[in-house]
């Protein structure tokens, strides 16, 4: 399908972030800079009623299309919303829309949306890992996946947060538009041009909190001493209980290993002396208690989904000379 005529349903209270960026991913006239123009059309059930925006009574959407323009356009992409119920004629217009084969988008909790559909049920689908507790509670049937930035399936591209709904965005542009397109918009926006779907969300993991303070003063006193060495035997003499014992009380109330928490607590140290300081991959697996930079590199990948060096590339906190 050519990608030439894009709505975005709105459904009060409406994501702003999620609507501005459809439109700056779409609704620009890019053709100077050798980009295909798309007709972008602003859609909602309630035709010309200025819609509310969620945290604010300032700004307000007035959408100039009602939801039959849902039956004629390539691509839709459903904002995200603070709604928790669905106009069954907003759901009926998705479903024709999908059948006769357009393109569907889902930005943050645009993907509650098209779950209400049913037209998620059995797929994997891509959502904020904010909101994955409400969404897997609600929606049995979907596969929802808050690890990844989105899923491709086919004509149903779903994303989580904000900025990962525009990775979503530019991959589409690229998928059907080409790669010249995708590049000379991202230029402009000033946001990278590829971000595989499959990249991990950048979020705050920290090991779940201690429900008791039995284990709390412990690891507090590791924390501050991560670069020696540790292991189950030598916090469980510390902590003057058995092997034994010591194993299956940490579990309880950390919810992992000793092993998996002092490998997490280091992975995210090293993730904020890349982000603050200049010290080498090196420099900082010894400083964390990693015995080489190669180890570090390994639990970094496999805990975050990207190497320490690309992580620093792209969430340095320092301003470049």
């Known amino acids: 399908m050519a990608l030439q005529s894009v709505a975005a349903l709105l459904i009060e209270p409406i994501g702003m972030f999620e609507y501005g960026l459809a439109h700056e991913v779409f609704g620009l006239d890019r053709t100077a800079s050798g980009v295909p123009r798309v007709e972008f059309s602003a859609v909602s059930e309630q035709l010309g009623r200025p819609l509310r925006v969620t ?10 299309h009602g939801l039959d323009r849902l039956a004629e356009v390539d691509l ?40 209400a559909t049913g037209l998620l049920d059995g797929r994997t689908a891509a959502c904020h890992w904010y909101h994955a507790d409400y ?94 060495p540790h292991s ?44 603050e300081s200049d010290l080498s991959v090196e420099q900082i697996a010894s400083r964390v208690g990693f015995s080489s930079a190669v180890l570090l590199r390994d639990h970094f990948r496999k805990i975050l989904g990207v190497a320490p060096a690309e992580y620093r590339r792209r969430f340095t906190a320092r301003v470049p000379a």
């Open 55 to 64: 945290g604010t009574d300032v700004v307000h959407l007035t959408a100039q």
């Open 76 to 115: 839709i992409v459903v904002c995200a919303t603070a709604a928790t119920e669905y106009s069954p004629a907003v759901l009926d217009a998705l479903r024709g829309a999908h059948e006769r084969g357009a393109i569907i988008l889902t930005v943050c909790s645009g993907v509650a949306v098209l779950a």
């Open 135 to 228: 969404l897997e509670r609600t929606f049995p049937q979907v596969n929802l996946d808050a690890d990844v930035l989105f899923v491709d399936d086919g004509t149903i591209v779903t994303s989580a947060g904000t900025s990962a709904g525009i990775d979503a965005a530019l991959h589409l542009v690229r998928r059907e538009l080409g790669s010249a397109a995708a590049i000379a918009i991202a230029r402009r926006m000033v946001v990278p041009p590829q971000r595989d779907g499959g990249q991990r969300q950048y979020i705050d993991r920290p090991v779940p909190e201690c429900q008791a303070d039995s284990l709390a003063p412990l690891l507090a006193w590791v924390t501050e001493r991560l670069d020696e």
């Open 232 to 275: 189950a035997a030598t916090l469980a003499r510390r902590a003057a209980m058995s092997e034994r014992t010591f194993a299956r009380r940490f579990v309880a109330e950390t919810g992992t290993t000793p092993y998996q928490w002092l490998t997490s607590q280091r992975v995210l140290a090293a993730r904020t002396l890349l982000e």
